[in-house]
């Protein structure tokens, strides 16, 4: 522990000076954060027609039932360009 003597004002700008350095560093960083979540790419052509569920191509038995058939839906993709 470290005591520390002397007027209340001169207590003040000794630590005074130190709570502000630490307030605008937490300042900062939220700022930082809250931009860094807002700015988003586009989406490609190819993630945004896998996420239509319109689109889902789904294995209709075997070990693979139910999960998404990417190859059928590429082959789809690929035709739906033309």
Request: aromatic content about 4%; hydrophobic content about 35%.
């Amino acid at each position: 522990m470290v005591k520390i003597e002397g007027t209340l004002n001169e207590l003040r700008a000794l630590l005074g000076d130190a709570e502000r350095a630490t307030a605008s560093v937490v300042e900062t960083v939220e700022e930082v954060k809250t931009t860094a979540n807002k700015t988003r790419r586009k989406l490609s052509k190819w993630q945004r027609y896998i996420k239509n569920r319109a689109n889902h191509i789904k294995f209709k038995r075997g070990d693979k039932k139910g999960r998404l058939d990417l190859a059928a839906m590429s082959k789809a993709f690929k035709r739906s360009k033309k």
